[in-house]
């Protein structure tokens, strides 16, 4: 039977890429019955008699999958933050930084628009890229008008499904029609009004850029942390992550407890101390979480 990867899902159909080119098909009813749900990025055996009229038979097994946006197999996230319009922020980077590294998905840290900076915003901007690159992080400065860092991002697509995410009006399209300008992806300026984007994808689809597929969509839709427990939190914070393996208490979560490294190297200047405050935050918004049942 031949074998594909799902690139895009459509009102009820997937389509299938497989070394012939990409067929139309149709899950197995099974696949209700069973609660199996195709997903953008899945591997699967399929048949077909022709290229509109294909069965999916089998999901083979994944390495990991996002609800928000629908895919499954993701390599790495590229989080896309502006420099301005909207301004950037950390905590929400942090945010995004839990979510990925909770999925363990390998995560990039794009910041765009440099081209509309102040000296002093752009110096900013580069003392929180030290920050984060001090962290483990890549991150890399770019502006879709000008085609800077561009260079930089585009090996990074190569061989990998990649999600662009990030908060409406970042320049996420903008991004992906400069690094492949026949995309011709929607765009659309700000709504100062709304303080957002006015351009949401409605599908999940991969598109080829730089020998790589990228996920067209929204990205993380929802930003709770409803799956994430308290003792979890400390690993999706790599850098606090390291400097706890020095904590007195094994299971330390770096709030009262005694002789906490981490606690050490924000007051010695070692660890960004709104690193840790996002950490403290984020940690009190998951006991405060209500049960599920």
């Known amino acids: 039977m031949p074998e594909g990867k799902i690139i895009k899902a459509l009102s009820g159909f997937y389509y299938v890429a497989n070394k012939d080119g990409i067929v139309q098909c149709r899950g197995r009813g099974v696949f209700r019955k069973n609660k199996v749900n195709p997903l953008v990025g899945?591997?699967?055996?399929?048949?077909?008699?022709?290229?509109?009229?294909?069965?999916?038979?089998e999901v083979k097994g994944r390495k990991n999958e996002l609800v928000r946006p629908p895919i499954a197999n993701v390599d790495q996230a590229i989080l896309v933050f502006s420099a301005v319009e909207p301004d950037f922020s950390t905590t929400l980077l942090d945010r995004f930084l839990v979510l990925v590294e909770y999925n363990h998905i390998q995560p990039l840290i794009c910041i765009?628009?440099?081209?509309?900076?102040?000296?002093?915003?752009?110096?900013?901007?580069?003392?929180?890229?030290?920050?984060?690159?001090?962290?483990?992080?890549?991150?890399?400065?770019?502006?879709?008008?000008?085609?800077?860092?561009?260079?930089?991002?585009?090996?990074?697509?190569?061989?990998?499904?990649?999600?662009?995410?990030?908060?409406?009006?970042?320049?996420?399209?903008?991004?992906?029609?400069?690094?492949?300008?026949?995309?011709?992806?929607?765009t659309?300026?700000?709504?100062?009004?709304?303080?957002?984007?006015?351009?949401?994808?409605?599908h999940v689809e991969l598109i080829t850029i730089n020998n790589g597929l990228v996920a067209d969509t929204p990205g993380f839709s929802s930003?709770?942390?409803?799956?994430?427990?308290?003792?979890?939190?400390?690993?999706?914070?790599?850098?606090?992550?390291?400097?706890?393996?020095?904590?007195?208490?094994?299971?330390?979560?770096?709030?009262?407890?005694?002789?906490?490294?981490?606690?050490?190297?924000?007051?010695?200047?070692?660890l960004p101390e709104y690193r840790y405050e996002h950490y403290k935050d984020f940690l009190l918004e998951i006991k405060d979480r209500k049960p599920r049942y």
């Open 223 to 270: 930003l709770e942390f409803t799956e994430i427990e308290a003792e979890e939190l400390n690993s999706c914070f790599p850098d606090i992550y390291e400097i706890s393996e020095s904590c007195k208490f094994r299971g330390c979560l770096h709030m009262a407890e005694p002789k906490c490294a981490v606690k050490a190297a924000v007051e010695s200047g070692t």
């Open 112 to 186: 765009t628009k440099m081209d509309l900076t102040s000296e002093e915003q752009k110096r900013r901007l580069e003392s929180f890229a030290a920050d984060y690159r001090k962290a483990g992080y890549e991150v890399i400065l770019t502006s879709s008008e000008t085609s800077s860092g561009l260079e930089e991002l585009s090996p990074h697509l190569e061989g990998k499904i990649s999600v662009f995410a990030g908060q409406s009006g970042v320049g996420k399209s903008s991004l992906l029609n400069a690094i492949r300008p026949d995309l011709e992806l929607k």
């Open 188 to 202: 659309d300026d700000i709504s100062s009004h709304l303080g957002r984007g006015k351009h949401t994808t409605r």
């Open 42 to 57: 899945d591997e699967v055996v399929f048949q077909a008699d022709n290229n509109t009229e294909g069965y999916i038979l």
